[in-house]
């Protein structure tokens, strides 16, 4: 039977039958096994305890699994014999571990008095985390409790020390193990998100340093720990490693249609218990912390803004006190922010947007889908935020065709993760590589997009390229870059497949490339472009083995002929504001409108009009997003018409008038915007947040006959169109016309530019000079 194409506007269907039912049967009948076994292990220990008379200064206490009464078929009984000095207290033991020796069972052994115990509990970290969840079997209460007590005293003491040698520990194991969520064979009990980071939880939770695991958490612990029980009983071992050929047999066990099915709800188990482990290890870390370097005095939690709508607070973004949760692009811009400041998202904030927060309607407006843009741009910063967004059940009604591709396993060996972290790794690693191509924002939400036609049947880029017009469309991206994003999703395996499978020498391999990328007239090379930044992106999060030297020789080489067969392209056009606009002119010498986040200036032109306006802007923290200008003589009598779109870096916006004051003093020359931007300069603190990608200054050749084109690709930050403009006329240019765009967290400014006496600029030693002064200004 062969399955069609998905149409746009199709929604994705729910996944195949799970055999939910049946699943819940088997589960609950190994629960119950468990529980039974776990009766009757200990009315057998106590008899054996017991036989010849009850001694009257003995206890027999479980640690490990026995005690938390979960043991599998083939978990270890690990048991301590406490006593207070006994002299046969040999023969009492003997009585006890020869039985269970004799019946098979693995058996982990120790004798020890409350003070031992207690000794050896100090100076051994696993051996003290046994001993947090001791249970008694059978024997005294007193002596139980007092080891319990004992240890537990001990631990909160020495908490500040203790858990940060816990900490070290787990991270040593998850480096060894892996992350249990996107592992084709997994370690079901030492992986990242398995069983023992559970039994840590509680151990943290013992402190009183961070609250116990909750309903989520342990959901996941008793899938996983059901997950293993098939597996000893299936094998008939006692393995923790879920290998391939096993996994069919286990999902039968528990009831579960396929393999598939259980990969994808031991990832989501795992991710729920990674998620919640990483929120408790920073509340260790902030705890160690602060017993290792008190602060001087007492000057509490200070909040810092980080974006609208967002304030740090204690390592942690939450939401300011003044967020409109009815703003449908918050969500999506607190997410941004937090990634972008390198903070995670506090999890009571996440709860609070998922439960009260509005989201974007499509198609959806430019501030959401901006934001996204940004979030994504973030780099590796954006993995733990969406992670964040993707726990609380955001992701997906964000973007509802991710749930197909949602803890989606991949069984090709090559790949390292599930179908969705690949997606997100994508987008993260194409963040490094915004700086090569002109739209920054398409590469970012093209990498998020590119497999998401492995949640269909059929070729998965031929069905993602339909899924993803459908997903820009509802992202509200005009209908020239859907087309955009849907050839770059149908064609992103086009340069590594073709560039290692064919000749590149052969004039036909280029020719199959350029034809490729011909349905979006007028995009040909930035299309070329991006499908060379998406194939490094690709490469890299698939894993090593995708993605070399070699192979990247052979993707760079194949883009750059193609791009040279498209010779000329489609240069950046030249600003047109419009009659309206230019008609300010028309008002008196100097005319400034402000209309909500739209301000225009109109002024006689003159050197740094441009620059000096945007720092006006930067000095009422507004974050320009767009900006158009045109210099003329013909049109406007020598008037320059500058038209910004610019948005608050965070809260409300600033008074109007006291913009169009202050721009009007500054057309006067009576506003001394360099001296009020370096003061707010030194007086401004600097967190360090993700990591960008450096700048880059192009210069455009053959894209106008009258102006030399400069385009400057960098993270936008406040005043950055300032410093590029300061650089620019430290050079003597003069800017007759540019277009400035921010595209998520990525500025993409170009400036049309001529010397002193109005002409381009042909000198090389000149262009190096304009380079060198943008890229200086921007460290």
Not at 17 to 44: F, K, N, P
Not at 580 to 589: I, K, N, T, Y
Request: hydrophobic content about 45%; aromatic content about 4%.
């Amino acid at each position: 039977m062969t399955l069609a194409t998905p149409r746009p506007g199709d929604r994705p269907a729910e996944p195949g039958g799970t055999g939910t039912d049946g699943a819940g049967t088997a589960r609950a009948a190994l629960a119950a096994a468990r529980a039974s076994r776990a009766a009757e292990l200990d009315r057998w220990l106590s008899s054996l305890l017991t036989a010849g008379g009850a001694p009257d200064d003995v206890a027999l206490v479980a640690v490990g699994g026995h005690a938390r009464r979960d043991l599998t078929p083939g978990g270890d009984l690990d048991l301590v014999l406490l006593h207070r000095g006994r002299p046969d207290i040999a023969e009492v033991a003997d009585r006890i571990w020869y039985p269970v020796w004799d019946s098979g069972l693995r058996l982990d052994h120790s004798v020890r008095t409350v003070d031992e115990a207690r000794t050896v509990a100090r100076g051994d970290l696993k051996a003290a985390l046994g001993l947090l969840a001791a249970r008694r079997i059978a024997g005294v209460h007193a002596l139980a409790d007092e080891l319990r007590a004992a240890v537990l005293a001990d631990w909160r003491a020495d908490a500040p020390v203790r858990l940060a040698e816990l900490a070290a520990l787990c991270r040593e194991r998850w480096d060894a193990q892996g992350e249990l969520a996107f592992l084709l064979e997994p370690d079901l009990k030492e992986a990242r998100g398995g069983l023992r980071d559970v039994h840590v939880m509680h151990a943290v939770a013992a402190s009183w340093v961070a609250s116990a695991p909750g309903g989520r958490v342990r959901d996941a612990h008793d899938l996983l720990l059901d997950v293993r029980h098939a597996l000893h009983e299936v094998t008939g071992r006692s393995t923790d490693r879920l290998v391939l050929q096993e996994q069919e047999a286990v999902a039968h066990a528990l009831g579960l249609l396929d393999r598939d099915v259980l990969q994808r709800s031991i990832a989501e188990a795992a991710r729920t218990i990674t998620y919640a482990a990483s929120h408790l290890w920073r509340r260790v870390d902030r705890f160690t912390a602060a017993h290792s370097r008190r602060p001087a005095g007492d000057r509490g939690v200070e909040r810092r803004p980080v974006g609208d709508g967002a304030v740090e607070y204690e390592g942690e973004v939450v939401l300011a006190r003044n967020a409109d949760l009815a703003d449908p692009a918050l969500v999506l811009r607190v997410a941004a922010a937090a990634a972008q400041a390198g903070l995670p998202l506090a999890p009571a904030t996440v709860s609070r947007l998922a439960g009260h927060a509005a989201l974007p309607e499509p198609p959806w407006p430019a501030e959401a889908r901006d934001a996204l843009v940004s979030l994504l741009g973030a780099g590796p910063t954006a993995i733990g935020v969406w992670e964040a967004l993707d726990q609380a059940g955001l992701v997906v009604r964000l973007l509802p065709d991710w749930e197909r591709v949602r803890n989606r396993p991949q069984r090709n060996p090559v790949h390292r993760f599930t179908v969705d972290r690949h997606l997100v790794e994508a987008a993260a690693g194409a963040a490094a590589l915004t700086r090569d191509v002109s739209r920054p924002d398409l590469l970012l939400v093209g990498a998020l997009l590119h497999d998401i036609g492995k949640g269909w049947p059929g070729d998965h880029s031929t069905g993602g390229a339909v899924v993803a017009r459908d997903i820009g469309a509802r992202l509200g991206f005009p209908e020239e870059d859907v087309s955009v994003l849907e050839t770059l999703v149908r064609h992103h395996l086009l340069l590594p497949e073709t560039a290692t499978r064919r000749d590149i020498d052969d004039p036909v391999t280029v020719r199959t490339v350029t034809a490729a990328v011909a349905g979006v007239p007028g995009r040909e090379r930035e299309l070329i472009e991006l499908l060379a930044a998406l194939a490094i992106a690709d490469g890299n999060a698939t894993g090593p083995a995708a993605w070399g030297t070699w192979k990247a020789r052979l993707v760079a080489e194949l883009a750059r002929r193609s791009a040279a067969a498209l010779a000329g392209g489609t240069p950046p056009p030249a600003p047109d504001l419009g009659p309206e606009r230019l008609a300010l002119v028309r008002h008196d010498g100097g005319a400034v409108r402000v209309s909500g986040s739209r301000i225009t200036v109109a002024a006689p032109d003159r050197p740094g009009l441009l620059w000096r306006a945007a720092g006006v802007l930067a000095l009422h923290r507004l974050a320009v997003k767009t900006a158009r200008t045109i210099s003329s003589t013909e049109d406007s009598g020598g008037t320059a018409v500058l038209d910004f779109t610019a948005v608050p870096e965070f809260g409300t916006p600033p008074d109007p008038a006291g913009l169009e004051a202050d721009l009007r003093r500054m057309l006067a020359d009576r506003l001394d915007v360099a001296g009020l931007l370096e003061r707010r300069a030194r007086s401004a603190r600097v967190r360090p947040g993700a990591t960008v990608p450096p700048p880059r200054v192009l210069i455009v050749p053959d894209a106008s006959r009258t102006a030399t084109v400069v385009e400057v690709r960098a993270h936008d930050r406040p005043g950055l169109l300032w410093r590029i403009g300061q650089a620019l006329g430290a050079c003597g240019l003069g800017v007759r016309a540019a277009r400035v765009d921010t595209l998520g967290a990525e500025a993409v400014d170009v400036f049309y530019v001529v010397d002193g006496t109005g002409r381009p600029v042909e000198d090389p030693a000149v262009l190096d000079e304009v380079r060198d002064r943008i890229l200086t200004s921007l460290r």
